[in-house]
Antibody, heavy 120, light 108 residues
Framework: QVQLQESGPGLVRPSQTLSLTCTVS??????????WTWIRQPAGKGLEWIGR???????NYNPSLKSRLTISVDTSKSHFSLKLTSVTATDTAVYYC????????????WGQGTLVTVSS | EIVMTQSPATLSVSPGERATLSCRTS??????LAWYQQKPGQAPRLLIY???TRAIGIPARFSGGGSGTEFTLTILSLQSEDFAVYYC??????????FGQGTKLEIK
């Protein structure tokens, strides 16, 4: 059973960089069975797909965030990471990492989510 | 980008009754549609994929249907634990795999 756990600062200053890591356990991050994905949810709102990475390092990003976004993977540490630059209050959200089944394209395992607040 | 539209925004149903939720996509996604359930303070949980296949451990009272641009999620004999927010998501072709805005299923 794949398990995911987000970690990172809960408070980020405006214009700074938001950095989060998702640690994968219970399965190999290099298995090829999954795309490793970031999704966020502002308070009281819906889910926004941020982007994903494959174990090879291949990425896909949400066009609305692409200019500020980097997703990377470290297979030796079994984790993948998100960096979002030049943040504003609109980036305040619960950030989830999830595994996307590489066959079905659905998110069958999720982290518990971590709240990131952008505020001075 | 495919736009997902869910209706209604809020659905009030009594326990034991049936609930039907709708999801429409701005272009055809074939059967590449999933449904998720989210309870307060929790991550979403996968219910249905392939428009009608229940995920592991999902009770038979949950069923999905539809194809192309029109989809439904039906929950028979609502239980107290079923009151939550439900999201549809497409995974057709290439990302971004967008979600609907959600339907809140509340107790009547």
């Amino acid at each position: 059973q794949v398990q995911l756990q987000e970690s990172g600062p809960g408070l980020v200053r405006p214009s700074q960089t938001l950095s989060l890591t998702c640690t994968v356990s219970g399965g190999s991050i290099s298995s090829g069975n999954y795309y490793w994905t970031w999704i966020r949810q502002p308070a009281g709102k819906g889910l926004e797909w941020i982007g994903r990475i494959y174990s090879s390092g291949s990425t896909n990003y949400n066009p609305s965030l692409k200019s500020r976004l980097t997703i990377s993977v470290d297979t030796s540490k079994s984790h993948f990471s998100l960096k979002l630059t030049s943040v504003t209050a609109t980036d305040t959200a619960v950030y989830y990492c999830a595994s996307e089944d590489s066959v079905w394209g659905v998110y069958d395992h999720w982290g518990q989510g971590t709240l990131v607040t952008v505020s001075s | 980008e495919i736009v997902m539209t869910q209706s209604p925004a809020t659905l009030s149903v009594s326990p034991g009754e049936r609930a039907t939720l709708s999801c429409r996509t701005s272009q055809s996604v074939g059967h590449n549609l999933a449904w998720y359930q989210q309870k307060p303070g929790q991550a979403p949980r996968l219910l249905i994929y392939g428009s009608s296949t229940r995920a592991i451990g999902i009770p038979a009272r949950f069923s999905g249907g539809g194809s192309g641009t029109e989809f439904t999620l039906t929950i028979l004999s609502l239980q107290s634990e079923d009151f939550a927010v439900y999201y549809c998501q497409h995974y057709n072709n290439r990302p971004p795999y967008t979600f609907g805005q959600g339907t809140k299923l509340e107790i009547k």
